[in-house]
């Protein structure tokens, strides 16, 4: 019994030495992080759209790298807010469709995509109202749409 142990554990032990060994001895040339970084937001992000002045911008510390702006502001029949808002960074632009309680200040997504056609379609399931936390984008989103209020352009 005691053999067989200590089989298996040199076995476990073979193979993570030639797991390491494989990783030292592959080419220098053949990872390059910033291509993969590209090749990655080029599979997995939407494309830039022409720059807008629709709405109103928004601070949005929580995505130093990215411009937020709220497209419009409407009060539901519920009382709280459905605020349309758009997102351009270096991944692309995309936008999103809240329902927003500001009393409560909780949250949750009606819908998104990468364009507004796509945000304006309802999802197929929006969830339960979710609570903001100080660094989240919906964050940002919620406390400049509670401030300002309803509007459309």
């Not at 970084?37 to 629709?54: C, D, G, H, Y």
């Not at 692309?92 to 998104?112: K, M, N, P, V």
């Not at 109202?129 to 989103?141: C, H, L």
């Not at 919620?142 to 209020?149: D, E, I, K, N």
């Amino acid at each position: 019994m005691e053999q067989a142990k200590n089989g298996c554990a040199l076995l476990v032990l073979l193979l993570v030495v030639l797991a390491l060994v494989g990783r030292c001895v592959r080419p220098s040339d053949e990872f390059d992080p910033e291509v993969e970084r590209m090749k990655f937001e080029r599979e997995n992000f939407s494309p830039a759209q022409p720059p807008s002045r629709e709405g109103f911008a928004i601070g949005a510390p929580s995505d130093p790298g990215a411009e937020y702006r709220i497209l419009s502001i409407t009060r539901m029949p519920n009382g709280n807010l459905e605020v349309l808002s758009r997102r351009d960074g270096r991944s692309g632009t995309s936008f999103a469709r809240r329902e927003i309680d500001c009393d409560a200040e909780t949250y949750r997504y009606l819908g998104e995509g990468d364009t507004r056609e796509q945000a304006l379609r309802d999802g197929p399931n929006p969830g339960p109202m979710s609570e903001v936390t100080g660094t989240s984008a919906s964050s940002d989103v919620l406390s400049a749409a509670c401030a300002r209020g309803p509007f459309e352009p």
